[in-house]
T-cell receptor, first 117, second 116 residues
Framework: NAGVTQTPKFQVLKTGQSMTLQCAQD?????MYWYRQDPGMGLRLIYY???????DKGEVPNGYNVSRLNKREFSLRLESAAPSQTSVYFC????????????????FGQGTRLTVV | AQKVTQAQTEISVVEKEDVTLDCVYE???????LFWYKQPPSGELVFLIR??????QNEISGRYSWNFQKSTSSFNFTITASQVVDSAVYFC?????????????FGRGTSLIVHP
């Protein structure tokens, strides 16, 4: 049971380059999320997708775009990378669609360590 | 606005000491969920516990216990007889309803260092 799978695990980009972080979950969850983790800042929500076909901005969306490709996959794109986007990125999923009694905790991928130079 | 505050940035203890990690939250929702996650040095996020806003029962799981008090908006986590393997960053999180989903919002984390 893979859970949430993120690729790549590590990436170095030059300022101005673009890239897409991939995330897939095999738990049939409706909701998926992208967070970034910076020292002393905890995890901050970039974008989320409550269900297939919907996406919404989180706390720190600037400089990012997302695509909910299908129920399993939720990608994060950096169109023009900046050094301020150096961070560890986590994808997560949860079954949290107002279903009474459903588990609502988020399951996380292993993270992508991104460095922009 | 939803907010989670973990005022303790870093705690250092000696093995076998008890330690309590504080978590204070803010929300106007009546239905919400609270969580604790552990992030060991390897970097993955490990789910520890979930509690919904209607269940104020405290919980004990081995050396771990959680104290949820709505009156003080707190959800504190105690490790009894700490061990070196407990060294990690611990995150408290609050899930609130928005747009058909529950959105987890995290505190800044408390780094726990357990010395042998």
């Amino acid at each position: 049971n893979a859970g949430v799978t993120q690729t790549p695990k590590f990436q170095v980009l030059k300022t101005g380059q673009s890239m897409t972080l991939q995330c897939a979950q095999d738990m049939n969850h409706n909701s998926m999320y992208w967070y970034r983790q910076d020292p002393g800042m905890g995890l901050r929500l970039i974008y989320y997708s409550a269900s297939e076909g919907t996406t919404d901005k989180g706390e720190v969306p600037n400089g990012y775009n997302v695509s909910r490709l299908n129920k399993r996959e939720f990608s994060l794109r950096l169109e023009s990378a900046a050094p301020s986007q150096t961070s560890v990125y986590f994808c997560a999923s949860s079954e949290s669609f107002f279903r009474a009694g459903m588990d609502t905790e988020a399951f996380f991928g292993q993270g992508t360590r991104l460095t922009v130079v | 606005a939803q907010k989670v505050t973990q005022a303790q940035t870093e705690i250092s203890v000696v093995e076998k000491e008890d330690v309590t990690l504080d978590c204070v939250y803010e929300t106007r929702d009546t239905t919400y969920y609270l969580f604790w996650y552990k992030q060991p040095p390897s970097g993955e996020l490990v789910f520890l516990i979930r509690r919904n806003s209607f269940d104020e029962q405290n919980e004990i799981s081995g050396r771990y216990s959680w104290n949820f008090q709505k009156s003080t908006s707190s959800f504190n986590f105690t490790i009894t007889a700490s061990q070196v393997v407990d060294s990690a960053v611990y995150f408290c999180a609050l899930s609130f309803a928005s747009g058909g989903s529950y959105i987890p919002t995290f505190g800044r984390g408390t780094s726990l260092i357990v010395h042998p």
